[in-house]
Each structure stands twice: as C-alpha cells, then as structure tokens.
C-alpha cells in the first residue's frame, strides 16, 4: 500500500494564480482531511471529509475550495493565491464511522510558496 | 474551548538518558489521545494512542506514554533517548463525541538528542 500520496512536492505560485494539490489514499479510509502547517504554529485543519460527497469546514477554510467524488481522492483548491498561503499542506486519513478514534494517517505533504 | 498544550518548545537530552515531552489537555468528556512524530521533510507518523484501559501505552520506537485522568496529561516518555529520536512530537485528542476523528493538536515539541 502507498498509503497517503500527495502531488506536488513542491509549488511556487504567483500571486493571483490558482492550483489544485492532490491527495490519494489507497486504504479505503472513510475520512479525509486538509491541514496547513506553518512554522511554530501546529496543524490546523483546512477542510475535512467524512464520506464520498461530504464535505465540512475546518478552522482556516478561507481561500480553499474541496471536492470529495470518490473515496480515494480529495484535492484542495487555492483559487486565487495569496502570499499568506504560503505554507505546507499535509493531508491525512482515518477510517472513521465506528473507527472515529482510530489515527489518521499523513501524505508527506505540499511544499507552496507564493511570491 | 478545547486545548492541547505543550509546554515546552523544545526538549534537550543526550543519548542514553530518559526522554520525557510533556502533554496536558482541556477538553470536554473521556478523549481519545494521540501522540505523533515528524522528521524533517515528512508527513507525520502515528507513534501510540490511548482509548481506554491501561494508564501505560506503548508505542513504536520503544516510546510510552501515560495517562493521568487526575492532571489531564499525556507526556510521551523513552527509558534510553538515541539521537535518530530527534524530531518533531505532538500530542493530540479527539474528542470522545466526535463522529468526525477530528484531531485537536498541541502546538508541537522540538527533540533534541545530543551524542
């Protein structure tokens, strides 16, 4: 098993642009989530999903757009780039529902700087 | 509102001495708690969690941790500390009424293991 997988490694945008970072897992985990990672702040979460369709909001959902289509996959959308965006972006996977307090699992994460 | 604190940003100890990294949470219920690490350049890892039972959990790596109901605390402790231990730690809790698996994080705690 990959596990989590996460493209790109590395991204820099410019201001303005827009992109979508991937994430696929393949352990038929029924949870997904989004985190941002900044330099002695800790994770916090973007967006998270609870099934195919679902979707929710996390605590920094501003500037971000999700899509859960199918189990596998959960991209996030940055719309309109912002140098405060600048950051790394993990994201992670649980199997959820009666499984909720089972360790999610992490991609190695997405480099992006906006200049 | 629901907390996880790590008090110190950074631990320091050298090779073959006991390691411990200290935890605390104010959350609401029984939570379920979590400790993971992250080495430069990845993802998190999951290293040992508890949900019930048995104060003492033990982990990957040779790590414990306890449980203190009493101090709501969670510190993560190695008997004999190698310098490949050095990395990034946190503590984490999802909350026993969460039907999401949520994770609430501590801001992190540097390890720092000198020959």
């Known amino acids: 098993n990959a596990g989590v997988t996460q493209t790109p490694k590395f991204r820099i945008l410019k201001i303005g642009q827009s992109m979508t970072l991937q994430c696929t897992q393949d352990m038929n985990h029924n949870y997904m989530y989004w985190y941002r990672q900044d330099p002695g702040m800790g994770l916090k979460l973007i967006y998270y999903?609870?099934?195919?369709?679902?979707?929710d909001k996390g605590e920094v959902p501003n500037g971000y757009n999700v899509s859960r289509s199918t189990t596998e996959d959960f991209p996030l959308r940055l719309e309109l780039a912002a140098p405060s965006q600048t950051s790394v972006y993990f994201c992670a996977s649980s199997y959820g529902g009666h499984h909720s307090n089972q360790p999610q699992h992490f991609g190695d994460g997405t480099r992006l700087s906006i200049l | 509102a629901q907390s996880v604190a790590q008090p110190e940003d950074q631990v320091n100890v050298a090779e073959g001495n006991p390691l411990t990294v200290k935890c605390t949470y104010s959350?609401?219920?029984?939570?379920?708690l979590f400790w993971y690490v992250q080495y430069p350049n990845r993802g998190l890892q999951f290293l040992l969690k508890y949900i019930t039972g048995d104060n003492l959990v033990k982990g990957s790596y040779g790590f414990e941790a306890e449980f203190n109901k009493s101090q709501t605390s969670f510190h993560l402790k190695k008997p004999s500390a190698l310098v490949s231990d050095s990395a990034l730690y946190f503590c984490a809790v999802i909350l026993s009424s969460s039907n999401t698996g949520k994770l609430i994080f501590g801001q992190g705690t540097t390890l720092q293991v000198k020959p």
């Open positions: 999903s609870v099934g195919a369709g679902i979707t």
């Open positions: 959350v609401s219920g029984n939570p379920y």
